[in-house]
């Protein structure tokens, strides 16, 4: 038992070390990215604003994208009740908010605003899908490291306190204050690192739950589709009319020109907060060509679907806001502590400085 505990300390302190400064990172940025909203509301003065989600309103908007930028559109995210902006993704790595009333508040493109930098360096490295992988991959490390870590702590669990701020920089007070975070925090922290890793490795993901959860699922279709000018007033009366309790969240243009367009929506209880539920629309004359309904999906596929609401905390209300925030600070002063405690370690002397 002593070899065993003796192993897996040296793999917990070696593989903490190597992960420390991506853990500091992505520990500090998830918890800035708690607050994106309010960070929005607080700089942007339209996303305050009350946006009823009628479809004659959103297609204001749906409109004014269209016209602003064309072709360029790719999709727009409909304002929610939390944040009075529409979200405009444009080809080329450009994007737009807009106000209620459809006119442009903000444009820019790729990192060029804080939020979206902050965004870039959690989920990408800003490294694009590399960084995104190694992101995943320290994501699913760091949730082997609360395992680990709490087999390292149970042996000595009775030395463990409530003291968040080490007595002093000496490696033992360190050590005391990583392991008694690493014990408060251990559940939510690997609650988050795994879903993270869970998210960037989405088709792995979708794979086990599937075997773990078998299940029929509807066949999603996507019919062939001509080009035409959407009636977004039309469009989105249609697929309202196909799921009257649901919520419009989303309007995809056309990817091709034999593409329908798809219209997202959130029906009660789902967690994800751009809906699951798609309508899609033919371009010509702005008819439902299918549908695709959230509440018949199978468990795995739900479950998968509920893996980024529960870790980017759009669920729980501000109790989960300050749950998040609080564990993402306590993953990057882990990495910290553990880094320092590690860097200062103190070595054993040699047989010669020994000798004398």
């Not at 001509?226 to 697929?239: F, Q």
């Not at 243009?253 to 789902?270: H, L, T, V, Y």
């Amino acid at each position: 038992m002593r070899l065993f505990l003796a192993l897996v300390r040296t793999i917990h302190a070696w593989s903490g070390a190597a992960l420390s400064l991506l853990l500091i990172v992505l520990g500090l940025t998830g918890s800035a990215l708690v607050w994106k909203t309010d960070w929005l509301r607080l700089t942007v003065p339209q996303a305050n604003l009350m946006v009823q989600p009628t479809p004659q309103v959103l297609a204001v908007a749906a409109e004014a994208a269209e016209k602003t930028y064309g072709e360029h559109v790719h999709h727009i995210v409909f304002a929610s009740p939390h944040l009075g902006l529409h979200q405009v993704f444009l080809h080329g790595e450009r994007y737009a908010y807009l106000a209620g009333d459809g006119h442009t508040v903000a444009v820019w493109r790729g990192t060029g605003r804080l939020e979206e930098w902050v965004y870039e360096l959690h989920h990408f490295l800003l490294a694009g899908d590399n960084g995104m992988r190694l992101a995943g991959y320290a994501a699913l490390a760091a949730a082997a490291l609360v395992l680990t870590g709490l087999v390292v702590w149970a042996p000595v669990w009775r030395s463990s306190r409530l003291r968040f701020w080490p007595r002093s920089a000496r490696r033992g007070d360190l050590l005391s204050t990583h392991r008694n975070l690493g014990l408060v925090f251990a559940i939510p922290v690997f609650v988050f690192c795994l879903t993270g890793g869970a998210m960037i490795f989405f088709k792995t993901t979708q794979s086990l739950l599937n075997k773990a959860f078998p299940g029929p699922a509807p066949e999603e279709f996507f019919p062939p589709a001509d080009p035409g000018k959407i009636d977004w007033v039309k469009a989105l009366t249609n697929a309202q009319a196909a799921f009257p309790k649901a919520t419009l969240r989303v309007a995809i243009w056309p990817q091709f020109s034999s593409s329908p367009a798809e219209i997202r929506m959130k029906q009660p209880g789902e967690w994800t907060p751009d809906g699951a539920t798609k309508v899609l629309i033919d371009p010509v004359n702005s008819q439902v060509l299918g549908v695709v309904d959230a509440q018949t999906l199978s468990r795995g596929r739900r479950l998968n679907g509920a893996i980024y609401p529960l870790h980017t905390a759009y669920v729980g209300g501000r109790a989960y806001d300050a749950l998040a925030f609080a564990s993402g600070l306590a993953m990057a002063a882990l990495g910290a502590l553990g880094l320092w405690s590690f860097i200062i370690k103190p070595r054993r002397r040699s047989r010669t400085a020994k000798s004398t």
